[in-house]
């Protein structure tokens, strides 16, 4: 399922796929694509790398309504921790068939 990022960290603002507690894919606005890697364990956690950056970020985050809420950390020297969550994003899906009428 699609959800938007948001973090106090702005590598983190964008979008990512989730599905349960793992994550298969992270984009970032400002960074593009990044590698997504699961650590496991309760909750979501896992790292993300962008290109240009030479630390991953270390999220955890637990279920909280139709998103993810929890912190972030830049993984380098003194470990820097800001918010980090993420809400669904809503799609529509048009589907033609019974009911479907033509103008």
């Given at each position: 399922?699609?959800?938007?990022?948001?973090s106090g960290f702005s590598d983190l603002d964008g979008s990512c796929e989730i599905t349960g507690n793992n994550c298969s894919s992270y984009n970032s606005t400002a960074r593009g694509a990044g590698t997504v890697t699961n650590k496991g364990?309760?909750?979501l956690h896992f790292h993300v790398n962008f290109s240009g950056v030479t630390h991953p970020?270390?999220?955890h985050a637990t279920a909280r309504g139709t998103g993810y809420s929890g912190n972030a950390q830049d993984n380098s020297d003194g470990d820097a921790e800001e918010s980090w969550a993420?809400?669904?994003t809503a799609v529509q899906e048009a589907?033609?068939?019974a009911g479907s009428q033509k103008c």
């Open positions: 399922m699609g959800y938007t990022t948001s364990g309760p909750g970020y270390v999220i993420a809400a669904a589907v033609a068939g």
